[in-house]
C-alpha cells in the first residue's frame, strides 16, 4: 500500500465520519472528540492477520495508555485484509479473546463495520445495515467510560440511540447513502 493509498483511505474514513458518523448523528460523542483531534486513525499495513493481531495489540496497549484527553478512540482500518464480511465478522471472535488477554474487558470495546455489514435475521437491502458500514473494514476501539458518558448524555438508552440511527437510515434509503458518502 502506497502513502498515496493510505492517504485516500484516510480522506474516505474521514468523510464517512464527518457526513456519516456525525453528519447523521449515528454516535451521540462523535462530534466532540472528533473536532477536538482525540480520534485516532490508523490505516494498517498487515499482509497477514498476525500481523494485523500485533497492530491491534498496540493500539490497544496505546489507547488505554494515554490519557482520553489526547486519544478517546481509535479507528483501525485495514483496505485489503477483510474482503469477506462474514470472515471479518467471524474474525471479531479473535478480537474479543485479545481484549480480553489484555485484561480490558470493561474498559474497552471494540465495534466493527464493513462495507458489507449485515445485521442477521434483516433482509440484506434494509439500511438498517448502514449504522455498520464504512468504507473499509474497520475496528472502532471505544473507552467503556466514553460510551457510558455519551449514552446518559442521550437520555441512558442506548436502545433509543439504535432505533434513531436504523429510522434515519431507512428514511434516508440506498440511494441517500450513496449519495451522502460520494466524493466532494
Not at 464527518?18 to 480520534?39: D, H, M, T, W
Not at 466493527?112 to 434494509?126: I, K, R, S, T, Y
Amino acid at each position: 500500500m502506497s502513502a498515496t493509498d493510505d492517504e485516500q483511505v484516510l480522506a474516505d474514513t474521514r468523510r464517512w465520519i464527518e457526513r456519516a458518523v456525525i453528519g447523521l448523528n449515528l454516535c451521540p460523542f462523535a462530534r466532540s472528540v472528533y473536532v477536538k483531534n482525540q480520534v485516532r486513525i490508523v490505516v494498517s499495513r498487515a499482509r497477514h492477520l498476525d500481523a494485523f493481531l500485533d497492530e491491534l495489540d498496540r493500539e490497544l496497549d496505546l489507547l488505554v495508555n494515554t490519557p482520553a484527553e489526547e486519544i478517546d478512540t481509535t479507528l483501525l482500518v485495514h483496505p485489503t485484509l477483510f474482503p469477506d464480511f462474514e470472515v471479518f465478522n467471524d474474525f471479531m471472535n479473535v478480537v474479543d479473546d485479545v481484549v480480553a488477554e489484555h485484561e480490558l474487558e470493561g474498559v474497552i470495546q471494540v465495534a466493527n463495520f464493513h462495507p458489507q455489514f449485515l445485521f442477521d435475521g434483516e433482509a440484506a437491502d434494509d439500511p438498517s445495515h448502514f449504522t455498520n458500514r464504512a468504507p473499509y473494514p474497520t475496528l472502532h476501539l471505544l473507552r467503556e467510560d466514553s460510551v457510558e458518558r455519551a449514552v446518559a448524555s442521550e437520555g441512558g438508552d442506548a436502545e433509543k440511540i439504535v432505533e434513531r440511527n436504523i429510522a434515519t437510515l431507512r428514511t434516508l434509503g440506498a440511494e441517500g447513502w450513496k449519495a451522502l458518502l460520494s466524493k466532494p
